[in-house]
C-alpha cells in the first residue's frame, strides 16, 4: 500500500465500517494513519471477570448472554440488562435508558467491555453500569496474555482511537497496524523543514507515525503528539504569515487624527474611557497613520463598550478628507450579524454624532433609514434603497450601519475606509472579503468579539490580525451574582425567580438542546431541550407568565418577533438554547437560568451570563447542574471567582480533556491542535517560524512541500466557502 490507496481497496469492509470510515472522513491510507488516537489505555486495567474489583475502571472481554430489556419496577425508565461470561467468571451489566443497545449486541457474541465496576449493597455481586461495549472479532493478543496471567505485556499502551458506529476503536487499531506492515510509512514525506525539527527537537514525520499509533513507551507517544501539534499550528500560521504580509502591501487612506482631536470627540460621551478603550483607540489610531491597512481584532467581553472604540475610531476617519480633496469625507461601514444589533447600533451611532453634521445610514433587508431627516433635524426617516445607495455611492452619507444587506455588490461607496465587523464569529471569511473588497483601496478593518478565547487559539487562527483586548469593564458594573444550584434546590430557585418576576424583572433559561432526544437513534443523553423546558414550566411552574421558545432551528423573523416581543416585556421567560443572539440588549432581563451547566465550557457559561449584566438592578445567574461530580464542582466554583472572560477561557483549556474542548466544530481546528495550544512556548515558535519562512519568501520556493500544502489549504478553503 501507497499513502493514496483506497481503503476500500485493501480492506473487505462490511456496509458499516464503510459508512463509519465516511462519517470518520477516512477514505485512503494516509487518512487512516492520520486518524490519531486520543488517549492511550494501559492493558494492565485489562482484566478477567475474577480479578474485577470493585471501583476500578475495567476492561474486560468475553460474551454476551441473557440479554433483557424492560422498564424498571418503580421508575419505569428502560432498562436493558445482560451477563457477560468469561473463563473465570461471569458479571452483571446492565444499561438505564438505552433500550436500543440490547438491539444492537446479539446473545453469544464476543465483546470488550470497559466501565467501572460496582457492587450490590446487600448481595457480594458486581456489576457494571452503563459500561461502554463494543462487539470484537476475537480477544486481543495482550488481553489473553493477561487472561493466562502472564503479564508480559502488561504496561504496553494501547491506542483508543475515536470510533463511530460500525467503527470501533478496536479496529482502527488493526486496520492501522496493518498498513504500517504494508511499508507503508516509507511513502511519508516531511513538510516541517529539517532545521526546524531540530531545533524543537522534534521526531520527523514518519517516526512520529509509528510512535503515535504504536508506542512503546509513554514519552514516545508524547514526543509523537507534539510534533504533530505544532506541525498543525505551523501551517495554519504560514497560512495566516501569508494572508497578513498579502494584506499589509496593499495601501489604505491615511487618517492623521491626533489622540487630542479624537478626545475632543470623546469627552462628550456620558461616560469616561476605561482604561482599556483608551489604550484600544489609541492602537487603532496608530495603525490609521500608517497607509497600509490595518486587520485588527477587538476581543471584549460582552459590556466592556466595544461601541464607543468603534464610535471614536469611526469619528477620526469621517472627520477625516480623502487624500488631496478639500471636500467629503472618508467613509465607514459598520456590519452586524442581525437586523435588531444593526438598528441597535445606528441608533448609538446617532447619539454619539448627533452633534456633528455627519449623516448616518442604515441598511438592512426590511428597509433603508438615514438620519438626519430633512423634516426633523433630530430624528431618523425612513429613505428609498436606491436613495440609500446613491448618498452612500457619492460620499453624502459617512457612516453606513447594516446587516448582511450591506456586503452586497450593489451597495458602492465613494471612500470606504474603515470596515467594522461587530460579533464578528458570526461571519466567515468570505463575507469579510466581500466588505473590503469593495474598492481598490482597502479599508482598515475592525473585528469585534465578545467571544472569549484562550491567547493561544487567538494567535493561531486569528494569525493574520493585530489582537488588542478590552480586559476592563466600566466602573460601577455590579457583577452578576452566580448560584450553583443543586438539583434538590430546584424549587427554592424557582421561588426566588418569581419574586423578582413579580418585581417586573424578565428571565433567560439556558438548555443545552432544541429537542428531545430519540431514544431509539442517539446515545440518550439527559439533558434538557428548549421545547418541553418551556412546557414544563409554563404547565407546573410559572403558569401566570408568558414564557416563549427561541433556538436556531426558527426563522429568522421569528427570532426576531420573539426578540422584539421580549424587549418589549411581552415575553416574561425566554428559553432558548445557547446559540442564538449573543449580542441583544434587553436591560430588564435581569435573570438567568443555566440547565445543564456541565455540558458547556466555562467560557460559554460567562457569555450566557453576560446577557443579564445590562441593567443598573443586581443580576442574578442560576447555573443547574445535574452532576454531582467534584471536578465538575471546582469547574463551575471558577465562574463565581473569574474577573473575565478570557481567564475563564484559559482554565478552560488547562482543565479540559483535549477531547472535550470541540475544536474541531468550533474553531477548525483538531483535538491535536488543541493539545498544542496548552502550551504557549509552542505556539509562539510555531508563529516565529511561519513568520521567518514567510518574510523572507512568501512564496515558500526553497520548500516546495510547505508551497504545495498551503495552495491546497487556499483550495479547500475556496470550496468550503
Ligand atoms: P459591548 O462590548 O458588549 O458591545 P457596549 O458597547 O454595548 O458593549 O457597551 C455596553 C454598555 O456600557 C453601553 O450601555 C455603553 O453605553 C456602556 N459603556 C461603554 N463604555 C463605558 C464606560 N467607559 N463607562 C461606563 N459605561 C460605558
Ligand atoms: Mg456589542
Same mark, same amino acid.
Request: charge should be negative; hydrophobic fraction near 40%; aromatic fraction near 6%.
Given at each position: 500500500m501507497n499513502l493514496?490507496?483506497?481503503?476500500?481497496?485493501?480492506?473487505?469492509?462490511?456496509?458499516?465500517?464503510?459508512?463509519?470510515?465516511?462519517?470518520?472522513?477516512?477514505?485512503?491510507?494516509? %487518512?487512516?494513519?492520520?486518524?490519531?488516537?486520543?488517549?492511550?489505555?494501559?492493558?494492565?486495567?485489562?482484566?478477567?471477570?475474577?480479578?474485577?474489583?470493585? +471501583?476500578?475502571?475495567?476492561?474486560?472481554?468475553?460474551?454476551?448472554?441473557?440479554?433483557?430489556?424492560?422498564?424498571?419496577f418503580r421508575s419505569k425508565m428502560a432498562l436493558g440488562t445482560a451477563e457477560l461470561v468469561d473463563d473465570t467468571g461471569k458479571i452483571k451489566l446492565i444499561w438505564f435508558n438505552q433500550p436500543y443497545l440490547a438491539k444492537m449486541i446479539?446473545?453469544?457474541?464476543?465483546?470488550?467491555?470497559?466501565?467501572?465496576?460496582?457492587?450490590?449493597?446487600?448481595?457480594?455481586?458486581?456489576?457494571?453500569?452503563?459500561?461502554?461495549?463494543?462487539?470484537?472479532?476475537?480477544?486481543?493478543?495482550?488481553?489473553?496474555?493477561?487472561?493466562?496471567?502472564?503479564?508480559?505485556?502488561?504496561?504496553?499502551?494501547?491506542?483508543?482511537y475515536p470510533e463511530?458506529?460500525?467503527?470501533?476503536?478496536?479496529?482502527?487499531?488493526?486496520?492501522?497496524?496493518?498498513?504500517?506492515?504494508?511499508?507503508?510509512?516509507?511513502?511519508?514525506?516531511?513538510?516541517i523543514p529539517a532545521d526546524i525539527l531540530k531545533k524543537y527537537s522534534l521526531p520527523s514525520r514518519k517516526t512520529a507515525l509509528i510512535w503515535i499509533h504504536a508506542p512503546k513507551k509513554e514519552g514516545d507517544a508524547r514526543a509523537a503528539r507534539k510534533r504533530f501539534a505544532f506541525e498543525e499550528v505551523f501551517l495554519i500560521q504560514l497560512q495566516k504569515q501569508k494572508e497578513k504580509k498579502l494584506w499589509k502591501s496593499e495601501s489604505a487612506f491615511a487618517i492623521e487624527k491626533t489622540d487630542a482631536q479624537i478626545a475632543k470627540f470623546t469627552e462628550r460621551f456620558p461616560f469616561s474611557l476605561t482604561r482599556a478603550q483608551q489604550r484600544a483607540i489609541e492602537a487603532i489610531s496608530t495603525d490609521f497613520q500608517k497607509g497600509t491597512p490595518m486587520a485588527r481584532l477587538l476581543e471584549g467581553d460582552v459590556g466592556s463598550g466595544k461601541t464607543a472604540v468603534a464610535a471614536a475610531t469611526a469619528y477620526a476617519v469621517v472627520s477625516s478628507r480623502?487624500?488631496?480633496?478639500?471636500?467629503?469625507?472618508?467613509?465607514?461601514?459598520?456590519?452586524?450579524?442581525?437586523?435588531?444589533?444593526?438598528?441597535?447600533?445606528?441608533?448609538?451611532?446617532?447619539?454619539?454624532?448627533?452633534?456633528?453634521?455627519?449623516?448616518?445610514?442604515?441598511?438592512?433587508?426590511?428597509?433603508?433609514?438615514?438620519?438626519?431627516?430633512?423634516?426633523?433635524?433630530?430624528?431618523?426617516?425612513?429613505?428609498?434603497?436606491?436613495?440609500?445607495?446613491?448618498?452612500?455611492?457619492? +460620499?453624502?452619507?459617512?457612516?453606513?450601519?447594516?446587516?448582511?444587506?450591506?456586503?452586497?455588490k450593489s451597495v458602492k461607496f465613494k471612500h470606504l475606509a474603515y470596515a467594522i465587523i461587530d460579533e464578528q464569529h458570526r461571519f466567515g471569511v468570505k463575507q469579510r472579503k466581500a466588505l473590503v473588497h469593495k474598492d481598490k483601496i482597502v479599508p482598515h478593518l475592525l473585528s469585534m468579539t465578545a467571544t472569549p478565547i484562550p491567547r493561544?487559539?487567538?494567535?493561531?487562527?486569528?494569525? %493574520?490580525?493585530?489582537?488588542?483586548?478590552? %480586559?476592563?469593564?466600566p466602573p460601577g458594573r455590579k457583577p452578576v451574582h452566580t448560584e450553583i444550584v443543586l438539583p434538590n434546590e430546584r424549587d427554592a430557585t424557582y421561588e426566588k425567580? @418569581?419574586?423578582?418576576?413579580?418585581?417586573?424583572?424578565?428571565?433567560?433559561?439556558?438548555?443545552?438542546?432544541?429537542?428531545?432526544? %430519540?431514544?431509539?437513534?442517539?446515545?440518550?443523553v439527559q439533558a434538557k431541550s428548549a421545547k418541553a423546558e418551556a412546557k414544563r414550566l409554563k404547565e407546573k411552574v410559572f403558569q401566570e407568565y408568558e414564557i416563549?421558545?427561541?433556538?436556531?432551528?426558527?426563522?429568522?423573523?421569528?427570532?426576531?418577533?420573539?426578540?422584539?416581543?421580549?424587549?418589549?416585556?411581552?415575553?416574561?421567560?425566554?428559553?432558548?438554547?445557547?446559540?442564538?443572539?449573543?449580542?441583544?440588549?434587553?436591560?430588564?432581563?435581569?435573570?438567568?437560568?443555566?440547565?445543564?451547566?456541565? @455540558?458547556?465550557?466555562?467560557?460559554?457559561?460567562?457569555?450566557l451570563r453576560g446577557r443579564v449584566l445590562r441593567s443598573a438592578h443586581q443580576a442574578h445567574c442560576f447555573v443547574f447542574t445535574e452532576s454531582k461530580g467534584r471536578a465538575v464542582a471546582e469547574r463551575l466554583v471558577a465562574l463565581g471567582k473569574a474577573k473575565n472572560g478570557f481567564e475563564l477561557a484559559e482554565y478552560d483549556l488547562e482543565q479540559r480533556?483535549?477531547?472535550?474542548?470541540?475544536?474541531?466544530?468550533?474553531? +477548525?481546528?483538531?483535538?491535536?491542535?488543541?493539545?498544542?495550544?496548552?502550551?504557549?512556548?509552542?505556539?509562539?515558535?510555531a508563529r516565529a517560524e511561519a513568520a521567518r519562512l514567510i518574510s523572507e519568501d512568501d512564496t515558500l520556493s526553497r520548500y516546495p512541500l510547505l508551497a504545495q500544502h498551503l495552495a491546497a489549504r487556499a483550495e479547500e478553503k475556496i470550496h468550503f466557502e
Open positions: 493514496q490507496s483506497l481503503i476500500a481497496d485493501h480492506f473487505r469492509l462490511t456496509e458499516a465500517e464503510r459508512k463509519g470510515l465516511k462519517k470518520l472522513g477516512i477514505e485512503t491510507a494516509e %487518512d487512516m494513519l492520520s486518524h490519531f488516537p486520543s488517549r492511550y489505555g494501559s492493558v494492565s486495567e485489562m482484566r478477567t471477570i475474577a480479578h474485577l474489583a470493585q +471501583g476500578e475502571n475495567s476492561t474486560v472481554f468475553g460474551r454476551i448472554a441473557k440479554l433483557e430489556a424492560r422498564k424498571a446479539p446473545e453469544g457474541v464476543l465483546v470488550r467491555v470497559e466501565g467501572k465496576v460496582s457492587q450490590k449493597r446487600k448481595a457480594n455481586e458486581f456489576y457494571f453500569s452503563n459500561p461502554k461495549i463494543e462487539r470484537v472479532e476475537k480477544i486481543p493478543m495482550s488481553a489473553e496474555a493477561s487472561l493466562f496471567g502472564t503479564e508480559s505485556d502488561a504496561h504496553h499502551l494501547h491506542p483508543v463511530t458506529r460500525g467503527v470501533s476503536s478496536n479496529w482502527l487499531f488493526h486496520a492501522v497496524q496493518k498498513i504500517i506492515k504494508t511499508g507503508a510509512l516509507d511513502f511519508v514525506k516531511d513538510q480623502p487624500e488631496g480633496q478639500s471636500f467629503g469625507n472618508l467613509q465607514v461601514a459598520y456590519l452586524c450579524p442581525t437586523e435588531i444589533l444593526a438598528k441597535q447600533q445606528f441608533e448609538n451611532f446617532i447619539s454619539f454624532f448627533s452633534h456633528l453634521p455627519i449623516n448616518i445610514g442604515l441598511i438592512t433587508s426590511s428597509g433603508c433609514r438615514k438620519f438626519p431627516s430633512k423634516v426633523n433635524p433630530h430624528g431618523a426617516t425612513d429613505i428609498s434603497r436606491a436613495q440609500l445607495l446613491k448618498w452612500v455611492g457619492n +460620499g453624502e452619507i459617512p457612516v453606513l450601519v447594516g446587516t448582511h444587506s450591506l456586503i452586497q493561544t487559539l487567538a494567535l493561531t487562527i486569528f494569525g %493574520d490580525l493585530d489582537l488588542t483586548l478590552l %480586559d476592563e469593564m425567580i @418569581r419574586r423578582e418576576l413579580k418585581n417586573g424583572r424578565q428571565c433567560y433559561i439556558i438548555t443545552p438542546r432544541i429537542d428531545e432526544p %430519540d431514544p431509539a437513534k442517539e446515545f440518550a416563549a421558545v427561541m433556538h436556531s432551528k426558527l426563522k429568522d423573523s421569528e427570532k426576531e418577533s420573539t426578540m422584539e416581543d421580549f424587549k418589549d416585556g411581552k415575553i416574561h421567560i425566554l428559553v432558548s438554547t445557547s446559540v442564538v443572539e449573543v449580542g441583544v440588549n434587553v436591560p430588564n432581563a435581569t435573570l438567568i437560568i443555566i440547565e445543564g451547566a456541565e @455540558r458547556f465550557g466555562l467560557a460559554q457559561l460567562h457569555q480533556g483535549a477531547g472535550e474542548l470541540s475544536g474541531r466544530e468550533q474553531w +477548525g481546528v483538531s483535538d491535536i491542535a488543541m493539545e498544542a495550544l496548552q502550551n504557549l512556548k509552542m505556539v509562539e515558535a
